[in-house]
């Protein structure tokens, strides 16, 4: 009850009783008629790394993205907490993270659990000599574990094109909010929590964004099953 009342606090309710509908999709939509150009997504990576000037993979990430034409913007640190503080309120727009496991103050782990605290949503892919730690790459759902060592060209260029295809599949799975003549698009990957208070649900997602509509939590829940998320409360889901 608790954490409950934590997350009410940030609950603003209309009362304006208007019925909404939920749409789930998993294909491209197309964008509102007054935005008749498509939008080309730019993909977001972060690449950490100690020693970063003459690591090798860096330039095999940019001749791979440059390959096959990815519209990316790479932003590049050698030091971790450096990065935290740098993209501090922006995790939510990062698609694909490559990373040290150890850095001097932090571990590469615990980088991981900080910017999904703060919204991260993309796919991480741990780069690093160290065999024995890949067990802990689980428990933050990494994307990937990288022995440098074992690692060629070709390997490295499959195991970050498949991490590219998944965050662009989470790109495409989208649901369709509506309320009293509102609409919004929000990617599932994009969202947060959802909070309930008399059927009013409150989604929250992106950097402090929120949408209010009236709906039932078991009908959420229902359409989000399989997505990562976790019902904690009768009147709160949140991604995990």
Not at 101 to 109: E, W
Not at 112 to 130: C, H, P, Q, S, Y
Not at 154 to 181: H, M, P, W, Y
Not at 191 to 207: A, E, L, N, Q
Request: glycine share 4%; net charge positive; aromatic share 12%.
């Amino acid at each position: 009850m608790r954490f409950s009342n934590f997350f009410l606090r940030f609950m603003t309710v209309r009362r304006t009783r208007k019925e909404i509908s939920i749409k789930m999709k998993t294909d491209k939509i197309e964008l509102p008629d007054k935005r008749k150009m498509q939008e080309v997504k730019v993909m977001n990576i972060i690449f950490c790394k100690k020693d970063v000037a003459r690591d090798r993979h860096l330039p095999m990430l940019q001749a791979f993205v440059k390959k096959n034409n990815y519209q990316t913007d790479i932003r590049v640190f050698g030091d971790a907490e450096d990065m935290l503080f740098k993209i501090s309120d922006i995790e939510y727009s990062i698609d694909l993270l490559l990373l040290d496991v150890s850095f001097p103050n932090i571990t590469g782990f615990e980088v991981v659990n900080r910017m999904k605290k703060n919204g991260f949503r993309g796919e991480a892919i741990f780069l690093t000599d160290i065999p024995d730690q890949w067990d802990r790459a689980f428990d933050v759902q990494a994307f990937h574990y990288v022995l440098e060592s074992n690692c060629t060209k070709e390997r490295f260029e499959d195991i970050v094109g498949r991490a590219i295809l998944e965050s662009e599949k989470k790109q495409q799975d989208t649901i369709v909010f509506t309320c009293a003549g509102e609409r919004v698009i929000v990617p599932v990957r994009d969202i947060s929590y959802f909070m309930v208070t008399d059927r009013w649900v409150t989604v929250h997602y992106g950097h402090n964004q929120s949408f209010e509509f009236f709906s039932r939590m078991g009908k959420i829940e229902q359409h989000l099953t399989g997505r990562g998320f976790v019902r904690i409360h009768r009147s709160c889901i949140v991604s995990v």
